[in-house]
């Protein structure tokens, strides 16, 4: 978001320009920041003619060529004063007819419009909202961090096929409730057991399932990957579920839907992994990660999808009325 402070001015050489051609005009715009918008149009022959922005005496850009080598969004300079200084070498030889007739093709010459510029986040923000919008644009991206989760290891990519098998869940489900089995019937002694010793025991089961050949000190460490990406990815969508649900203002939903969105767009797919290609990509690189964490992670899902589906319908109906009106 910004503030455009000023009228504009209007920096422009003639169209097409000539040999020997040259223009200076230096703007203060009373502004902190400069905002330039070139014409698409704008052109000139690569190493013939050129256009320098100046800010504090010092060149910041320097623009010459075909209409692609000129900014298609509008140009930010740091400075209460631009100086734009463009210059067209002399033609002395027999090339100059040739140059001229090219200056007519793709030397159409420069146009910009100029404007001072203040960043903010919007006009007039009191301190406590300014404040709340930026502690929130922060959280949305640390929560899209937590739901994209670190990428797939090397030995996960080598051995994906197996870890992401029905096979695997199956067996990961059947260790659960051994586990669940051995904590109900085990004695005081036997309770106090580590969790190390817990964890790799676990793994020893699932070293069992067909197509599996990792040893357990191997699969002991991916399947606590397993776990840490789980419970991050459903750290991330309960952060998201809670900014949507508490934030009442539209622009802040709107930011933490961004968001969002670009999380489910980074997410890695599943192709070429076998069977988890049919599964959310939210539990892609997820199994194995133990009962608790995918009871989480589920419900982290169904919440959050629950939620955008209301808020759609929210909409939808408000657009039905409106339509009605």
């Given at each position: ?280 990509l939210f539990f892609f690189g997820c199994s ?31 657009t039905l009325e409106e339509a009605e009106r």
């Amino acid at each position: 978001d910004f503030a455009l402070t000023t009228p504009p001015a209007v920096f422009e050489t003639a169209h097409p320009y000539t040999d020997d051609c040259a223009a200076e005009q230096t703007l203060s715009l009373g502004a902190t920041c400069v905002w330039l918008r070139f014409d698409p149009r704008c052109a000139t022959l690569e190493g013939e003619a050129r256009l320098e922005v100046e800010s504090d005496g010092a060149v910041v850009h320097s623009l010459s060529g075909p209409p692609a080598n000129w900014p298609r969004s509008p140009l930010v300079v740091v400075g209460a004063s631009v100086t734009l200084h463009f210059v067209s070498k002399a033609r002395k030889s027999a090339k100059a007819t040739r140059h001229s007739s090219a200056r007519l093709e793709r030397g159409w010459g420069v146009a910009c419009v100029v404007r001072g510029f203040e960043p903010c986040f919007g006009p007039a923000l009191p301190v406590l909202l300014d404040a709340h919008t930026a502690a929130l644009f922060l959280s949305a991206r640390y929560a899209t961090t937590l739901v994209v989760a670190e990428p797939l290891s090397p030995e996960e990519r080598a051995h994906a096929a197996a870890l992401e098998s029905d096979a695997m869940e199956e067996a990961e489900a059947r260790a659960a409730e051994q586990e669940e089995k051995r904590t109900r019937d085990s004695t005081a002694g036997s309770a106090n057991e580590g969790a190390d010793e817990g964890a790799n025991r676990g793994a020893a089961m699932l070293c069992g399932v067909p197509g599996v050949v990792l040893p357990p000190r191997l699969l002991h460490p991916l399947l606590e990957k397993r776990r840490r990406r789980a419970t991050a990815r459903a750290t991330g969508l309960e952060a998201m579920v809670r900014m949507l649900e508490h934030d009442q203002l539209p622009s802040h939903r709107k930011q933490v839907l961004a968001h969002l969105a670009s999380a489910m767009q980074r997410l890695e797919p599943a192709t070429g992994y076998g069977t988890a290609r049919r599964r959310s990509l939210f539990f892609f690189g997820c199994s194995g990660c133990g009962e608790p964490c995918r009871s989480r992670l589920r419900a982290a899902v169904v919440g959050t999808f629950s939620l955008l589906t209301s808020h759609l319908m929210r909409e939808l109906e408000l657009t039905l009325e409106e339509a009605e009106r």
